[in-house]
């Protein structure tokens, strides 16, 4: 069955580094694009970063941009999104979504919490 399971969350201090990890399993993970999503408490679920199949053309928000990387590995099935600079307003559970031609499937999602 598929399942995409995100790992890599936890507590971090404003300004630390995380690096979240989705392992993708269940379907061909090189042709379907990948991205991150996250929702903090009281809000909408919101687009954090997108890439390729083939791992080109990262898209970011413009809250993370030049802070998060997202990239992937088809070789390991799995998608990344490396956080730097991080603050307190990045707290989400963040989720990773597969999509290919309408077709798409979510993570159960991981907490980030950005904390003093």
């Known amino acids: 069955q598929v399942q995409l399971v995100e790992s890599g969350g936890g507590l971090v201090q404003p300004g630390g580094s995380l690096r979240l990890s989705c392992a993708a399993s269940g379907f061909t993970f090189s042709t379907y694009a990948m991205s991150w999503y996250r929702q903090a408490p009281g809000k909408e679920r919101e687009l954090v970063a997108t890439?390729?199949?083939?791992?080109?053309?990262?898209n970011y928000a413009d809250s993370v941009k030049g802070r998060f990387t997202i990239s992937r590995d088809n070789a390991k099935n799995t998608v990344y999104l490396q956080m730097n600079s991080t603050k307190p307003e990045d707290t989400a559970v963040y989720y990773c979504?597969?999509?290919?031609?309408?077709?798409?499937?979510w993570g159960q999602g991981t907490q980030v919490t950005v904390s003093s």
């Open positions: 979504k597969a999509n290919r031609l309408g077709r798409f499937y």
């Open positions: 890439i390729t199949n083939y791992g080109g053309s990262p």
